[in-house]
T-cell receptor, first 113, second 115 residues
Framework: DGGITQSPKYLFRKEGQNVTLSCEQNLNHDAMYWYRQDPGQGLRLIYY???????QKGDIAEGYSVSREKKESFPLTVTSAQKNPTAFYLCASAVQGLSHEQYFGPGTRLTVT | AQKITQTQPGMFVQEKEAVTLDCTYD???????LFWYKQPSSGEMIFLIY??????QNATEGRYSLNFQKARKSANLVISASQLGDSAMYFC????????????FGKGTRLSVIA
């Protein structure tokens, strides 16, 4: 089955620790994205990548880092510099073209205490 | 810069009735795409419907239709014959011009279907 996997579904960390969220896709999509969702809010873009070994900052990139060494994988690291890391994180991918929707993974709910 | 506005934080609808979820957008591009997603309580994002800025017909997908009014910059989602399973958050999103630019999302509308 083609799709996007994110692991784990729930993640708990202590304040001051870096944590890496996994995102893998087998849809052969060029572009991948990371969004953050806070309760009752829309999705805000953290980082995106249109091609391997290249990525761009989104609206709220501070305190986050990414890598895109393989087409299938786009891990997100939440660093200790991120002031309010507790949130729901969604990874997505898409093919080229204006009309093509983004496919989303199931999300990772990160809680930092 | 592109912007999506959803002015209804929450909506209630009776089962089997139709409901319209509002979405207005702002862009200076002539070429853009508009999308609607559904997010149930499980958190997954489900794509519902797409409308291109040059499409002359309003998009339809089963019980979903998009009321596209270009001059007013609105792209309202109409759900006909509401079902209990339609209870969810609904997000309007847009992409400007070229290919793989990310979708920009509105803040969403929480729809509750009442039996």
């Amino acid at each position: 089955d083609g799709g996007i996997t994110q692991s784990p579904k729930y993640l708990f960390r202590k304040e001051g620790q870096n944590v890496t969220l996994s995102c893998e896709q087998n849809l052969n999509h060029d572009a991948m994205y990371w969004y953050r969702q806070d309760p009752g809010q829309g999705l805000r873009l953290i980082y995106y990548s249109q091609i391997v070994n290249d990525f761009q900052k989104g609206d709220i990139a501070e305190g986050y880092s990414v890598s895109r060494e393989k087409k299938e994988s786009f891990p997100l690291t939440v660093t200790s510099a991120q002031k309010n890391p507790t949130a729901f994180y969604l990874c997505a991918s898409a093919v080229q073209g204006l009309s093509h929707e983004q496919y989303f993974g199931p999300g990772t709910r990160l809680t930092v205490t | 810069a592109q912007k999506i506005t959803q002015t209804q934080p929450g909506m209630f609808v009776q089962e089997k009735e139709a409901v319209t979820l509002d979405c207005t957008y702002d862009t200076s591009d002539q070429s853009y795409g508009l999308f609607w997603y559904k997010q149930p309580s499980s958190g997954e994002m489900i794509f519902l419907i797409y409308q291109g800025s040059y499409d002359e017909q309003n998009a339809t997908e089963g019980r979903y239709s998009l009321n596209f009014q270009k001059a007013r910059k609105s792209a309202n989602l109409v759900i006909s014959a509401s079902q209990l399973g339609d209870s969810a958050m609904y997000f309007c999103a847009m992409r400007e011009a070229s290919g793989n630019t990310p979708l920009v999302f509105g803040k969403g509308t929480r729809l509750s279907v009442i039996a």
